[in-house]
């Protein structure tokens, strides 16, 4: 099975400053990873993933995260944050290598807090 | 939008009590899946369905129990209600191609009191 491990639970920034929310998996397997945002009061969504090739994924918001296998790693970072960004992030993971199994497992999620 | 419905919104009711909630995955999707988010234990997997058969299971409990129909929608009934069963439920659904992204409704907060 593969597990995720965030390792900070509250980031407190403010505005325009850069912030990195880290994440962590364990797994034996190849894995796909992915980067999801929270609102209040709303379900998940997608930020962006890593399946393949380029080890820097990038969203249409600023953010990018850097796939680094031999560190397990998945770390989220923005170089200049906004008040809108204040959100809860989770980082998932699931079995990689085409496996349709699809499950995600989640991070226990950081709760960014972006002030003026 | 993410495409995924679920309903309703919120559910008050009491202990020993049993109630069902619906999702209606995003058009094309086969998956189905459904996920508990609570303070104290986070973002639990319950189960998943793929084209209306039992595909993986979670931290699921016997009292819980799901379905998905021959038109993909999913149920998840939850019976004989305990305090600690007061969480969010979510739904997800995702296409078929490995790696494919879940997409999330907007949840169920449920409340037992």
């Known amino acids: 099975a593969q597990s995720v491990t965030q390792l900070d639970s509250q980031v407190p920034v403010f505005e325009e400053a850069p912030v990195e929310l880290r994440c962590n998996y364990s797994?034996?397997?190849?894995?796909?990873l992915f980067w999801y945002v929270q609102y209040p009061n709303q379900g998940l969504q997608l930020l962006l993933k890593?399946?393949?090739?380029?080890?820097l994924v990038e969203s249409i918001n600023g953010f990018e995260a850097e796939f680094n296998k031999s560190q397990t790693s998945f770390h989220l970072r923005k170089p200049s944050v906004h008040i809108s960004d204040t959100a809860e992030y989770f980082c998932?993971?699931?079995?990689?290598?085409?496996?349709?199994?699809?499950?995600?497992?989640f991070g226990r999620g950081t709760q960014l807090t972006v002030w003026p | 939008d993410s495409g995924v419905t679920q309903t309703p919104k919120h559910l008050i009711t009491a202990t020993g009590q049993r109630v069902t909630l619906r999702c209606s995955p995003r058009?094309?999707?086969?998956?189905v899946y459904w996920y508990q988010q609570s303070l104290d234990q986070g973002l639990q997997f319950l189960i998943q369905?793929?084209?209306?058969?039992?595909?993986a299971k979670g931290n699921i409990l016997e009292r819980f129990s799901a379905q998905q129909f021959p038109d993909l929608h999913s149920e998840l009934n939850l019976s004989s209600l305990e305090l600690g069963d007061s969480a969010l439920y979510f739904c997800?659904?995702?296409?078929?191609?490995?790696?494919?992204?879940?997409?999330f409704g907007n949840g169920t907060r449920l409340t037992v009191t």
């Open positions: 997800a659904s995702s296409g078929v191609g490995g790696g494919s992204p879940l997409h």
């Open positions: 797994s034996s397997v190849s894995v796909y």
């Open positions: 890593y399946l393949s090739g380029s080890t």
């Open positions: 998932a993971v699931t079995r990689g290598g085409g496996s349709t199994l699809g499950r995600l497992y």
């Open positions: 058009s094309g999707d086969l998956s």
């Open positions: 369905y793929y084209n209306g058969e039992e595909r």
